[in-house]
């Protein structure tokens, strides 16, 4: 890449006239820098841009004042180092024409948790995703739609649909069946079509997966107070009907409270209600107040 376009797609400024033309790839570490690469300076004391030139950096794109530093490198300053990945990934992510496959939110939860392969990174920051970029390594890229890796729709693949055969299911764990085996997954049933895709996007992949892991979800989340459960949940309105139904399903013996939405809630509100399943929505589990003048339900 050509200096001079370097600087344009980082949104920077060039300090000085380099001899140099253009660079070979990019670096993160002084270190490890090689000769022709862009080394490119997140942390760290300013002094890493010199055993990086030292090194054979060609250019360096850095933030802050480098003082009176001279250097036949370009160097390039950035007053925003997010704008300056973000340009330098999605030029990265054009000229390998890399797609990114776009996941919910529950779904990139469950593939934290689930894939164990390093070749797949999922929602990975700028700088971890540029330095996969610039390496010679083949990954895939797993990201919800927050990415600041989206900008282009032809790079972008939706997650595919997947099936997976539930064996056994409770509220909180199911049992599926892969490959020949079985296997107890500590995640709702409610679940379980994301985990389905994000299963099926491992087998494409070819990715590593561990069953074991917990995972963890910002829904539907529980603690239990003296043998009864009390369900927490971020859902919107079809989401929440959604669970409630599930509920009823699984567990069609239980008495079901449903708090009201869009009141603050605490234990002492509840305990005055007779259920063997409370569901709170729009309540965080670490935010409920579990303080009362008893220390029992009823």
């Known amino acids: 890449m050509k200096i ?3 600087v344009e797609i980082a949104h920077g400024t060039l300090l ?16 490890n820098t090689r000769r022709g690469e862009c080394y490119i300076h997140l942390f760290g004391h300013l002094g890493e841009i010199n055993l990086a030139i030292a090194n054979g950096a060609f250019a360096v794109i850095f933030k802050g004042d480098p003082g009176d530093m001279e250097s036949e490198s370009a160097l390039i300053f950035s007053d925003d180092m997010g704008k300056s990945m973000s340009g330098i990934a999605r030029y990265l992510l054009l000229s390998k024409n890399v797609v990114i496959t776009i996941a919910s939110e529950i779904e990139i939860a469950i593939a934290k948790a689930l894939i164990n392969d390093k070749k797949c990174l999922i929602n990975p920051p700028l700088d971890i995703a540029v330095e996969a970029l610039a390496s010679e390594n083949d990954f895939c890229y797993l ?16 997650i595919k649909i997947g099936e997976v055969k539930v064996t056994k299911e409770t ?3 199911t049992v599926i069946a892969h490959n020949g085996e079985s296997y107890l997954v500590q995640i709702s049933p409610l679940f379980k079509r994301q985990f389905a895709n994000v299963l099926c996007y491992a087998a494409t992949n070819a990715l590593k997966i561990n069953f074991s892991r917990q995972i963890e979800l910002n829904r539907f989340n529980k603690i239990d107070v003296n043998d009864r459960a009390i369900i927490f949940d971020e859902a919107n309105e079809e989401e929440e009907n959604e669970a409630i139904n599930f509920i009823k399903r699984i567990a069609p013996w239980a008495k079901l409270y449903i708090a009201p939405k869009n009141i603050k809630i605490t234990y002492s509100d509840i305990r005055k209600n007779r259920f063997d399943i409370a569901y709170i929505n729009g309540v965080k589990r670490e935010n409920f107040d579990l303080s009362a003048p008893s220390q029992t339900l009823f």
Do not use: H, M, Y
């Open 143 to 158: 990201c919800d739609e927050k990415s600041d890796l989206f900008f282009a729709s032809f790079l972008q693949d939706q």
């Open 171 to 173: 509220l909180f764990e």
């Open 4 to 6: 001079a376009s370097l």
């Open 16 to 31: 000085n006239k380099p001899t140099i033309e253009r660079v070979t790839g990019f670096s993160f570490s002084a270190k």
